[in-house]
């Protein structure tokens, strides 16, 4: 299991996929996205840097997808 670093700051980049016209948001720890940039400028675009958890950056990587579907109310 990996070990969380409690001052590892996250970020959400997008990234084209293979197949689908729409590119994907993916996060990864700021290091990783540092070390992404140094190898290959410019591949991926950079959404939201400095996110202080992972779970706060894999909220806004999914936006609203896999949120709970909300009923309309009956008339």
């Not at 996250?10 to 990783?32: I, K, L, M, T």
Request: glycine letters at 10%.
């Amino acid at each position: 299991m990996r070990r969380e670093n409690r001052f590892a700051t996250w970020v959400v980049y997008r990234v084209a996929v293979r197949g689908q016209d729409v590119p994907a948001n993916a996060v990864c720890e700021q290091s990783e996205w540092d070390a992404m940039e140094r190898e290959r400028p410019g591949q991926h675009i950079l959404v939201q840097a400095g996110i202080t958890s992972e779970g706060e950056a894999e909220r806004m990587a999914r936006g609203t997808s896999g949120d709970p579907v909300k009923r309309g109310s009956k008339l």
